[in-house]
């Protein structure tokens, strides 16, 4: 009984890294995309490629998003606002960014980021154009390049969050329509094969202390 006890607790934290996903310059696990999303303030939206907002930004999802939701540079009053949820695998604070949002570059776009921890919303940070990284992978024919905005939770004083919520920022007036063009959200925090061991390790520890 402990023996099956210790295999099936490895089982099931096992992922297998056939399970990766590589896009742009970045590796993500399948469950490390948003699963949910919530539309706080309501503006102009065009979901591109998918029928509803949840649709069009979660999962992975690079040939569908949101067009033309409202900066507070553009021509709406009000940016639109939204939050992706990360239920399956939330992100954890390593060294560099710990969750990519993906926006496609017909206007340079700026963004306004807050994270979530434990329910409790951070202070929005604001995330120029000018930062973000070209990932090299294009859309719609290659109408539109995919750009990240790297997004670091120590820069929040956070380890830890379940979401994001964003809204479009000020954004550059010359490049066209400032509108902004999110596509998904992704945490980089990939399980590995040595976090698998420390719990297996962990569990065999307690099932020695019962006997």
């Given at each position: 009984?402990?023996?099956?006890?210790?295999?099936?607790?490895?089982?099931?934290?096992?992922?297998?890294?056939?399970?990766?996903?590589?896009?742009?310059?970045?590796?993500?696990?399948?469950?490390a995309?948003?699963?949910?999303?919530?539309?706080?303030?309501?503006?102009?939206?065009?979901?591109?490629?998918?029928?509803?907002?949840?649709?069009?930004?979660?999962?992975?999802?690079?040939?569908?998003?949101?067009?033309?939701?409202?900066?507070?540079?553009?021509?709406?009053?009000?940016?639109?606002?939204?939050?992706?949820?990360?239920d399956?695998?939330?992100?954890v604070?390593?060294?560099?960014?710990d969750?990519?949002?993906?926006?496609?570059?017909?206007?340079?776009d700026?963004?306004?980021?807050?994270?979530?921890?434990?329910?409790?919303?951070?202070?929005y940070?604001?995330?120029?154009?000018?930062?973000?990284?070209?990932?090299?992978?294009?859309?719609l024919?290659?109408?539109?390049?995919?750009?990240?905005?790297?997004?670091?939770?120590?820069?929040f004083?956070?380890?830890?969050?379940?979401?994001?919520?964003?809204?479009?920022?000020?954004?550059?007036?010359?490049?066209?329509?400032?509108?902004?063009?999110?596509?998904?959200?992704?945490?980089?925090a990939?399980?590995?094969?040595?976090?698998?061991v420390?719990?297996?390790?962990?569990?065999?520890?307690?099932l020695?202390?019962?006997?």
């Amino acid at each position: 009984m402990v023996r099956f006890t210790i295999a099936a607790a490895i089982a099931a934290v096992a992922v297998p890294a056939a399970a990766d996903i590589t896009y742009g310059p970045y590796t993500f696990h399948n469950n490390a995309f948003a699963d949910r999303a919530v539309v706080n303030e309501p503006g102009l939206v065009v979901p591109h490629g998918a029928a509803t907002i949840d649709e069009a930004l979660t999962g992975f999802t690079p040939d569908s998003g949101l067009f033309n939701i409202g900066t507070t540079s553009g021509p709406d009053p009000v940016a639109n606002d939204f939050t992706l949820y990360f239920d399956d695998l939330a992100a954890v604070d390593n060294a560099g960014p710990d969750i990519i949002l993906f926006d496609l570059r017909y206007s340079r776009d700026s963004y306004e980021i807050a994270v979530i921890t434990g329910g409790s919303q951070s202070a929005y940070m604001f995330f120029d154009f000018t930062t973000q990284v070209n990932t090299g992978e294009s859309q719609l024919g290659g109408a539109a390049i995919a750009w990240a905005i790297e997004i670091d939770l120590a820069d929040f004083g956070v380890a830890t969050a379940e979401a994001i919520r964003f809204r479009g920022g000020p954004s550059d007036t010359s490049s066209g329509n400032p509108q902004a063009d999110p596509t998904m959200a992704g945490v980089l925090a990939v399980p590995t094969p040595g976090a698998f061991v420390l719990v297996a390790a962990g569990t065999m520890t307690r099932l020695r202390r019962r006997r």
